[in-house]
């Protein structure tokens, strides 16, 4: 099966995409590096099995999504490509509009002129927002925090319309809560530009001198600890359940929804401390206020896509940990850096 991975030299996709190639799926990359590397190219050409295909192409450019359908003829497409960050979106809303929604639109038109019905959408946890009671399942309420989670709802409805319209779609809506972690091998993780917003790319770079204490947003919430608590998952986990996703896509149509998380719930000071006591280091931390639009405990209710979909998360914090600290290890190798 040739599949499509947009964004596929991202944190998730890139991922993803040695797992499919390991699973014998044939990958075509399109990504516009907009937030993430050409050398990650490479190293996921290493750790997989097949080939992997490259276009530098913006999905915003109606054209450019045209010539990638011309080249190929995919059997699927799994859509990662987005703009990511809670808050840049509250500050710049229109932004995240155009580039999720205007990407999203034309990747969907040039699919259904092609005839490309199966679809793998990288939604997000964040569309749960505040309404419910943890843990989560897939029927809940949906709420929205930031412009961010606006982009990822409308796109879910904008595929239920779709698929509402023609029958012969079979689209899987991917609800990740907190991705985290590594591939083993150390070559491939998360990068992000800049200092990071999320807490475990914070801690690894704690944890290697690039920044000197972590802070931690909050110690008064209703948690065990006062820490905010989250659902965190392994990357390779995550991209394990897009393989299963994949494979739910050739025998059912429609619309479907699944959470992937652990269905477990750690604190800040749970990861923090796990981090310390597997890798030997230790990560200064203050306890600063909490981060306007957080809430204190998101984690999955996942048996619907254990049930339907035969995925289960695998991997536990420990690991979450050492793939994470073996990842920034190798990043701040001077020979190995970007
Ligand atoms: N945190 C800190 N210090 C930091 C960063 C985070 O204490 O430097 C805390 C936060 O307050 C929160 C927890 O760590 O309690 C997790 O924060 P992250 O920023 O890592 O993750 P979020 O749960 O806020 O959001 C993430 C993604 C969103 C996604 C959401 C889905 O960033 O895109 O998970 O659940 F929508």
């Not at 997989?48 to 699927?76: C, G, N, T, W, Y």
């Not at 998360?190 to 204490?213: C, D, K, W």
Request: charged share 25%.
């Amino acid at each position: 099966m040739k599949i499509l991975v947009t964004g596929g030299l991202g944190y998730i996709g890139s991922h993803t995409v040695v797992e499919l190639s390991n699973n014998g799926f044939e990958c075509v990359v399109v990504d516009n590096l907009m937030n993430s590397d050409s050398s990650v190219l490479d190293r996921i050409q290493k750790l997989s099995a097949d080939p992997i295909h490259f276009m530098k192409r913006d999905l915003l450019d109606k054209h450019q999504v045209a010539e990638v359908f011309e080249l190929f003829h995919f059997d699927a497409v799994i859509h990662f490509a987005g703009l990511k960050s809670p808050a840049e979106s509250v500050v710049n809303p229109l932004r995240y509009f155009e580039e999720n929604l205007g990407t999203t639109i034309n990747l969907l038109n040039e699919m259904q002129r092609n005839n490309v019905k199966k679809l793998v959408f990288s939604s997000s946890a964040t569309v749960y927002g505040d309404l419910t009671e943890p843990p989560v399942y897939e029927k809940a309420l949906t709420s929205i925090l930031n412009p961010y989670g606006r982009t990822k709802l409308m796109i879910e409805e904008i595929l239920q319309d779709l698929s509402k319209s023609d029958p012969e779609w079979s689209i899987a809506i991917l609800r990740f809560f907190n991705p985290i972690g590594a591939h083993s091998s150390g070559t491939i993780g998360e990068r992000p530009n800049g200092v990071p917003n999320n807490l475990m790319p914070y801690i690894t770079q704690v944890a290697s001198g690039r920044r000197q204490f972590l802070n931690i947003y909050g110690d008064d919430y209703p948690t065990p600890d006062g820490t905010g608590v989250r659902d965190f998952i392994h990357v390779m986990d995550l991209a394990h359940g897009h393989l299963k996703a994949l494979n739910y896509l050739s025998n059912h149509s429609g619309n479907h929804i699944f959470n992937l998380g652990t269905g477990k719930g750690y604190s800040v000071l749970d990861l923090v401390r796990t981090f310390e006591e597997v890798n030997g280091v230790k990560i200064p931390y203050k306890i600063v206020d909490r981060r306007p639009g957080d809430i204190a405990v998101s984690y999955a209710a996942p048996s619907k896509a254990e049930r339907e979909l035969g995925w289960k998360a695998e991997r536990g914090l420990n690991e979450m940990c050492e793939d994470a600290w073996r990842w920034e290890k190798d990043l701040v190798k001077p020979s190995k850096s970007f």
